[in-house]
């Protein structure tokens, strides 16, 4: 059965067939490589806007990977054969392109590499992918070990597919002093201007070794022949490859090698793949990556990777967890706000929020990208809709397109970034404006894009969605310059009530009062306009039709409108027992809780381009992981703590082959989204999208340390307000604060209703101190809030603490929790 | 061997491994599909602009084709497997994707169809497409005929892959009403405007038949499974297809139909393919093409290619040349007058030049086009680079890289259509400019069209060349605003002596006066500046360096450069001779002659992107046959007549298996290009790019019927002045001019070396009027106009002759034929 291995930093998956697409992705600060188990990739860096070097075999549209992304047996990807040159069998690693039977097969992403284990014809292949450091390649090792008990003569045949590069130019030769086949193309353009964008080009795709090939062959036609990758014409009859090159014609990297190994011999191969501008590059990489000890390489790499580790170390009855929070997360995290997405004009949305999970990994990058954004904001308070992250970055694709939500992101971001950190200094920094030459600080900046959003109102008071609001394919809803956002009108709220407490810690109350008063009419005009009776409507288009209401026979209710509208206190105890209802009647599934149902099944011209995705696809009624992040959120914050849990728990996958099959994904990333139109399309429900760019991961991360265990920073101390599912009787976590280590066991008390189990029972264990254990007492002071709350304040940096915290039920702890804002 | 069949009208190639990329194209006045003989096709529908029905399975670029387009196991085509219901045994034809060794193969492209014969198991099958005539439909045809003398139980299973067609939305399912797949998706798009810009989208990809499949699946991924495309796992094991559906997964149109033939029984079986935007169009469609007597569209295909008649019907020693002029060349002219390239932004020197084509098809049409461009000419005689033919075309890609020849082709066009038609009264049109509101006759925007390349010229009196003359990819000689283009002096000297002549007719003395002082001073100019030796140079760059001469180590010699010299009268008869053995040295090959040599092998940037492409293809020094036919052109105008049809005849590959191996293309079409670099790259020289959009069949077409066969019209009648080669003992060609037809019988007279036998041995043999053979002698009229020219007057529309000519040794005729300009 599939598992995790190796403490948790390793995934094991045992069979190539349950899961196709299945993947696993590494990357470093140049570049991205997502790998499915059966040897297809896609792969990319940043030159500064986003490059292949291995290609599709035909001329390619511009893009990184769909969501799921289609293989087909001419799909990039890296592949070996192994042929047996006394009986002639072969197969091929780590499945495809031959797809034989194999006698044992086990894909293994670890944190910082990808390995397979296979085992056919006597023979094992550890193949394992790691990437440089610090360059654009990708470093191979093979390990053959012949387990037959006699001689073997074999050959192994790497097949590293190039692809189609260039109309105006490709080919490929083998280049002996570099013992590498460098496969070459010049990026076509038409316009002379781009050739001097393009000077910088790395147009070469290079493979090399640690040894000679024994026989190479660039042409791919010439090696598959009338046989194709399934049994290639080059390889059959014992023949040898025929040392071919591509004039003009699709090349690949292929390199045959020939051992002799005795019984229980083994022996180990190393390549090296990826792009260089020139030779002189590529001579370079080999001496330092191929040529030198792989060591110094490894190290760097766990450096980096050593980054992606966040604030919680967790010990909870749900192992699957423990190993995707310990490990997979936060690298999914540190993913995100490390390489912004490998684009250089991030969503303003999805650069904030990214930065978000990084006040959890490394604030100090939360704290940069705070400050590149609102270097970037209008003087009117306005954000744009994209972050520039270069001088010759540019706005593409669908930040040319008016979205209305992006200062939002800013009070929410701001906020979890005081509250980790308690930096508030921050807010004093001196900032310029995108259309100005005045500065201002950033509590100036933040505040002025929150009056900006209190604004752009229509004659109702409701908030204008454009051409959309945090879900971009809502285009049509506000196009013509009417429609306003049910969901939008939340979050503002929502956003305010964050903003509104920093603004009175700044003693600038009339802005609070301001932003208060703003509150208390936007949650008035919010029920008095989208009130359904059972939940709340999305928003009402450009004619002046609520939609997302019970009268819709498609996209009757949606998920955000129901999460934000608790978020922002707009829905009192007896709507939210009818939203919650709702939701669970219309939208709960096995995988997941959809964004909205029915799914669209046609164009509805007055909401828009959501309606034209495949129906449970992406925004259009999946179980789409970033809204149900919202979702979880808004139920901890209403003490629907077990609810939440449930919602956050089912976006990662169990290892049995049945889910794995549904799912098709690995519980290694939280997916964008997973197969929503349950009731619609029931086949297909469940399926994972194998995008790993999600805003979903950092507001899980949150979840993780701020809810499900409750440790919060404030501007005091750490507070402790856990909201464990009722079925865990204990969980430990150990929770990086602020410079210092804190270590709860909680452990549950029978099964008692209400919380008289509190602070009160908070043992002191010990303190470590510079790795020495001290008998001391430590300062540490408890200061009890409500009755489930407590704060520890006084915590030392550098130093360890350990408690341990009798909680009662769950439940109880929410009653009371309702009362204390998020 | 391969061979025309049926008369000429049909190639029959019979074996898939030969020359597996090689194709054949069908077309109507709305969409084209190029097929490749092993089942693999590129299809495009107008709509205004060019679209796709079948994809590739990933995300792709737009485009067509490209040169020597790569196919690969699932790219789109059409395909049939066919399985023996008792043995289980199964193949596919035409031959991919299963690649089975087949016991009869013929790939039999007609004129407006194509066919295969396929035999394997016992089974006969009878595959022919055809197009619907003016709908963008694919109408099959797969007859079975079962050759085993005993009763079978067989599957039919079409598989015609869909592809990826959208990332927002695709999907597939049995219309059971329709009896059709329908295939669907969203064409992917984030802009609200281009919602609109969509509505008229056929966003449906449908297979219909003319009986209920019995069963059939939809799903990709579900057909092939673990087997692959070369063996499905939904249809291995005696499995029947299992009614799938495709949901946001790759959809494939494939259906399964069960037949239980006798011995020696057969069946048939007919398909519909194609774009849709809604089911009714589909029920309309299959209504009127499948379920209705398949011989009225036949009737109406029959009548549209019937148009593709040229001028000439040949009947040489040449059996190959004769069906390729009688029937495959007047096709490929008509069809890039008629579709013009399936664009809606022609490039302005392509529409002209395939207008200069249809001269001999439809001068109407021909007539139109010129009227079409001249109403897009700026006032000051400027002509665009690309001709709009629809009110939302927008010039495109290559044509927003400025050019500055485009009015040469001009004089060109006009020329051969008053030579061919008479009708000077088209000069006197009245017609607007793109930037005024004045009118001028069709003389005055010519004459303007040639004023203007008379004033672009720098200090030393040479023409700037900017970001490309007729080489769209030299755009670095005078992207700084000072390179002139040697070849563009040429072509100007060249336009004005065709131009000069019309002026004079017109009585516009003082017009034509100028511009022949300027093709005096030019000739002198062109001397003075490029000539290097032994040869003309092709340019001055923007820093005053000559190239395309002897110091040159790659690009030393432009075949343009000389052809045009010839052309223009620049070259004195020493020159001539120096160039054409130059011509000989460096750029002939067995396979054309290459236009430029030595191919780049780097980057030269002051030469531009022509120096980037892949050597020896395209403008990058490949036997680029329209360059060839200007040479063939000038060489028959300066009685190089041997030379000349040498030139041409190697456009067309012979029947060989070896010659079939290396063009990798069979004699239906001319390709735009045939590899060159032979000294360089001599293992891929003479491959053909197999893309049949090329300016090349409207000049080898005028060649065939003004040069080889000698027959030009000009204001008085007919001109007789044939220039046949030495080898040919006799040749017949029937005329049609001005609606009279004229056979003409040639018959050579011994080696006499001087012409010695002319107009005086033409015999007047009969005459036809409305089908009556009449014994009355003709009105005809015969001038001798020089020694080996003379003119026949006074022939009547509706008339039919016939002369028989003795003719002497061509190279006497030549000697003559120099002194008339062409």
Redesign the interface.
């Known amino acids: 059965m599939a598992k995790f291995i190796e403490q948790g930093t390793r995934y094991q998956l045992d069979d190539p067939?349950i899961a196709p697409n299945s993947a696993a992705y590494l990357w470093n600060p140049k570049m991205m490589l997502h790998m499915n188990c059966r040897g297809f990739a896609v792969s990319q860096y940043m030159d500064p806007e986003p490059r292949k070097y291995a290609h599709?075999?035909?001329?390619?549209?511009?893009?990184f990977m769909?969501?799921?992304q289609?293989y087909?047996?001419?799909?990039p990807g890296r592949f070996f054969y192994l042929r047996d040159e006394q009986t002639g069998e072969m197969f091929s690693a780590p499945y495809e392109p031959m797809?034989s039977q194999l006698d044992s097969f086990a894909f293994e992403p670890g944190l910082s590499d990808i390995r397979w284990r296979i085992e056919k014809l006597g023979i094992e292949l550890v193949i394992t992918l790691e990437l440089a450091a610090d360059e654009v390649l990708e470093l191979w090792t093979v390990q053959l070990r012949n387990l037959s008990g006699r001689a073997r003569r074999l050959s192994l045949i790497p097949y590293f597919p190039v692809g189609?590069s260039s109309?105006?130019?490709?080919?490929g030769r083998f280049d002996a002093q570099l013992n590498a086949i460098v496969c070459s193309c010049?990026t076509p353009?038409?316009?002379?201007e781009d050739?001097f964008k393009h000077q910088h080009f790395k147009d070469l795709t290079f493979l090399t070794a640690d040894r000679a090939p024994d026989f190479y062959e660039v042409g791919l036609q010439r090696f598959e022949g009338?046989g194709?990758?399934?049994n290639p014409s080059a390889l059959q009859d014992g023949q040898n490859l025929a040392n071919g090159e591509a004039?003009?014609?699709?090349p690949a990297a292929i390199m045959q090698f020939s051992y002799e190994l005795l019984a229980d011999e083994s022996t180990e191969l190393r390549l090296g793949f990826g792009p260089a501008k020139d030779e002189s590059e590529i001579a370079a990489l080999k001496q330092r990556f191929i040529e030198a000890d792989p060591s110094l390489n490894r190290q760097a790499l766990a450096q980096y990777i050593g980054e992606a580790k966040g604030v919680i170390d967790i010990d909870t009855p749900d192992a699957q967890l423990n190993d995707f929070v310990n490990h997979w997360l936060p690298r999914q995290v540190f993913y995100h706000g490390d390489s912004n997405r490998l684009t250089t004009d991030p969503q303003t949305r999805n650069y904030l929020q990214d930065a978000m999970g990084m006040v959890y990994i490394k604030p100090q990058a939360c704290r940069v990208a705070i400050i590149t954004a609102l270097q970037q904001q209008a003087v009117s308070g306005e954000m744009p809709d994209g972050i520039l992250l270069s001088d010759e970055a540019e706005l593409k694709?669908?930040n040319?397109?008016p979205h209305t939500d992006h200062p939002v992101w800013l009070a929410i971001v701001l906020s979890a970034y005081l509250r980790e950190t308690n930096d508030y200094a921050l807010l004093d920094e001196p900032l310029g404006w995108a259309d100005s030459d005045e500065t201002a600080c950033v509590f100036e900046h933040v505040s002025r894009a929150m009056e900006y959003l209190c604004q752009a109102n229509d004659e109702r008071g409701l908030p204008y969605i454009a051409?959309g609001d945090w879900c971009d394919p809502m285009?049509?809803v506000g196009?013509q310059g009417k429609g306003v956002s049910g969901w939008l009108a939340e979050a503002i709220s929502y956003a305010l009530q964050l903003w509104s407490p920093i603004c009175r810690q700044r003693q600038a109350n009339e802005r609070a009062e301001r932003f208060e008063a703003h509150v208390g009419g936007l949650n008035q005009r919010i029920n008095q306009n989208f009130w359904d009776g059972q939940w709340f409507g999305r928003g009402i288009t450009d004619q002046g039709v609520l939609f997302g209401v019970s009268d819709d026979k498609e996209g009757r209710i949606f998920l955000n409108a129901q999460s934000w509208a608790l978020l922002c206190g707009a829905a009192n105890g007896e709507q939210q027992q009818a939203m919650l209802q709702a939701i669970d009647q219309q939208l709960d599934t096995p995988y997941g809780v959809m964004m909205s149902a029915p799914a669209f099944t046609a164009m509805r011209?007055d909401v828009?381009?959501v309606t034209?995705?495949?129906p449970?696809?992406a925004e259009n009624g999946s179980v789409y992981n970033h809204a149900a992040a919202f979702y979880a959120t808004s139920l901890y914050t209403v003490g629907e703590s077990e609810r939440a849990f449930e919602v956050l728990r089912k976006m990662l996958p169990d290892n049995s082959a049945e889910e794995l099959a549904v799912r098709g994904q690995l519980p290694v990333y939280l997916p964008n989204y997973y197969?929503g139109a349950y009731y619609q399309?029931p086949?297909?429900a469940g399926r994972s999208s194998n995008l790993f760019n999600t805003g979903t991961c950092a507001w899980f991360y949150q979840l993780m340390v701020e809810q499900l265990f409750g440790l919060r920073g404030d501007e005091q101390g750490l507070r402790v307000q856990p909201q464990l599912p009722q079925g865990w009787p204990s969980a430990s976590v150990t929770r990086q604060f602020r410079g210092a280590s804190v270590r709860i066991d909680f452990v549950r008390e029978g099964d008692k209703v209400s919380g008289d189990v509190g602070p009160a029972n908070l043992v002191e264990h010990n303190r470590v101190t510079n790795g020495k254990r001290t008998p001391q007492v430590s300062s540490v002071r408890i200061e009890q809030l409500t009755e489930h709350c407590f704060r520890l304040t006084e915590l030392k940096a550098g130093q360890h603490y350990h408690l341990i915290c009798h909680i009662g039920s769950v439940t109880a702890v929410h009653s009371q929790a309702e009362a204390s804002s998020l």
């Open positions: 067939c599709v075999p035909n001329l390619a549209g511009q893009s769909q969501p799921e289609p087909f047996s001419h799909h797809k189609y109309w105006m130019n490709m080919g010049v353009y038409q316009k002379v050739y009338e194709g990758l399934h004039h003009y014609e699709m694709y669908i040319q397109v051409q285009n049509m196009y011209d828009g381009r034209q995705k495949w449970g696809s197969r399309y086949r297909t």
